[in-house]
């Protein structure tokens, strides 16, 4: 368990509306990450952070935003929520010792835009 | 463009029934090849890294190898828990800021 939740597991939104979803850590993790998986796709980066304050894109970025203020959570919203964007989104921090490079992953949102 | 890609697509086997899975990749300058294992409505649980060709790395019935354009994860005797969706990884080199490269997956179903 590498001590990940993420918020909420399920949401169904309406076209156009902001959603926000959120990852929360406890163990002090530098590193957060946000994929998107899809089928016939593997799992896509959204956005990374490399500590507080700090992020950049990933592969698929357009249409999302995220914040990161403290250590412990990265956000991730989606300013304008489109259908396009219904998907299984993963939150993940990347590990030390054993494995070290490897990224941990929650058991994800399922968000469904309507 | 670095890349994964996993094959079969999709596996059934009998329980027992020993058997591979393939994920060939092609990236500049590798630091890390990842095996995941995904359950349904579950994130990927992470399984092994590799980190050079000729490395091999064993957890129970799974054993993952390495080469220097593909890895295999075989599986010795499987049983019905080892049905699940396995991810196959890579961690480019440059700037990447550790982010992780992932293959589309391998569904397995092991039937009593």
């Known amino acids: 368990d590498a001590g990940i939740t993420q918020s909420p597991r399920h949401k169904v939104t309406e076209t156009g509306t902001p959603v926000t979803l959120r990852c929360h850590q406890t163990?002090?993790?530098?590193?957060m990450y946000w994929y998107r998986q899809d089928p016939g796709h593997g799992l896509r980066l959204i956005h990374y952070?490399?500590?507080?304050?700090?992020?950049d894109k990933g592969e698929v970025s357009d249409g999302y935003s995220v914040s990161r203020s403290k250590t412990e959570d990265f956000l991730l919203t989606l300013e304008s929520a489109t259908s396009s964007q219904t998907s299984v989104y993963f939150c993940?921090?990347?590990?030390?010792?054993?494995?070290?490079?490897?990224?941990?992953f929650g058991n994800g949102t399922r968000l469904t835009v309507t | 463009e670095d890349q994964v890609t996993q094959s079969p697509e999709a596996l059934r086997l009998q329980e027992g029934e020993s058997s591979s899975l393939n994920c060939s990749y092609t990236?500049?300058?590798?630091?890390?090849l990842f095996w995941y294992r995904q359950d349904p409505g579950k994130g990927p649980e992470f399984l092994f890294t590799?980190?050079?060709a000729g490395e091999e790395k064993e957890k129970e019935r799974l054993k993952a190898t390495l080469t220097k354009k593909e890895s295999f994860l075989h599986i010795t005797a499987p049983k019905p828990e080892d049905s699940a969706t396995y991810l196959c990884?890579?961690?480019?080199?440059?700037?990447?800021?550790?982010?992780?490269?992932f293959g589309k997956g391998t569904k397995l179903s092991v039937k009593p």
């Open positions: 993940a921090i990347r590990g030390t010792g054993e494995g070290t490079g490897a990224l941990h």
């Open positions: 590799l980190y050079s």
């Open positions: 952070s490399y500590g507080v304050k700090d992020t």
């Open positions: 163990e002090n993790h530098r590193y």
């Open positions: 990236v500049s300058g590798l630091r890390g």
């Open positions: 990884a890579v961690q480019a080199g440059g700037g990447s800021q550790g982010n992780l490269i």
